[in-house]
């Protein structure tokens, strides 16, 4: 069975400076989709970043990067430049199993992410 | 701010009733997943729908059920409610059940209380 494991309940960081938020996966299938997502108190799940499996470079968004390394399964999210805004629950997520037609997303336990001024 | 509104917000419901969770997708996404967010974890997957059928289903009991509308709305409806049916519901919508890289919108949830 597919699994994504959230070792970091919580984390710290100083605004303006990088975090990396970790995150292993667990599967069978060759072909998989890796997603992060943000989740504000206000309940939404923003969509953050996508990895695919076969992609050979690390995926990158404004000042969101996934560092992808497939042997060790882990899809880590890097967050540069933190500002206070980027305080809420992060989430990593797998799409799969592609023999399920429902492409389900399948979510880890979260890390809660504080930016201190 | 995704265009995937979800009603009512907040509910607050007695062990053993029946309640209603209403969704309205993104305009053009004609796929809708539905997700349980216990306190402290994270989205645990309900089911699909793809035009109006269901498109698989998660751990989750019968008195969890859903529809999908022709414009692609949907409910999810759960009888005999139990305390742990507390949660924050997802609905989620996107363009494409197929493809692996597709973006699913989420609303903002729906926290429900039972009593």
């Known amino acids: 069975a597919q699994k994504i494991t959230q070792t970091q309940p919580g984390m710290f960081v100083q605004e303006k400076e990088a975090v990396t938020l970790d995150c292993t996966y667990d599967?069978?299938?060759?072909?998989?989709?890796l997603f992060w997502y943000k989740q504000p108190s206000s309940g939404e799940m923003i969509f953050l970043i996508y990895q695919g499996s076969y992609d050979q470079q690390n995926a990158t968004e404004g000042r969101y990067s996934l560092n992808f390394q497939k042997a060790r399964k882990s899809a880590n999210l890097v967050i540069s430049a933190s500002q206070l805004g980027d305080s809420a629950m992060y989430f990593c997520a797998m799409r799969g199993p592609r023999e399920d037609s429902s492409y389900k997303l399948i979510f880890g336990s979260g890390t809660r992410l504080l930016v201190r001024p | 701010e995704t265009g995937v509104t979800q009603s009512p917000t907040h509910l607050i419901k007695t062990r053993g009733q029946q309640v209603t969770l209403r969704c309205s997708s993104q305009?053009?996404?004609?796929?809708v997943s539905w997700y349980q967010q216990a306190l402290g974890q994270g989205p645990q997957f309900i089911f699909q729908?793809?035009?109006?059928?269901?498109?698989g289903r998660g751990n989750f009991p019968p008195r969890f059920s859903g529809l999908q509308f022709p414009n692609y709305s949907s409910e999810l409806n759960v009888n005999a409610l139990e305390l742990d049916d507390s949660a924050l519901y997802l609905c989620?919508?996107?363009?494409?059940?197929?493809?692996?890289?597709?973006?699913?919108?989420f609303g903002q949830g729906t926290r429900l209380t039972v009593v």
């Open positions: 305009s053009g996404h004609n796929t």
């Open positions: 599967t069978s299938d060759p072909s998989y989709g």
């Open positions: 729908y793809y035009r109006e059928e269901e498109n």
């Open positions: 989620a919508s996107s363009t494409s059940r197929t493809d692996m890289n597709t973006e699913a919108f």
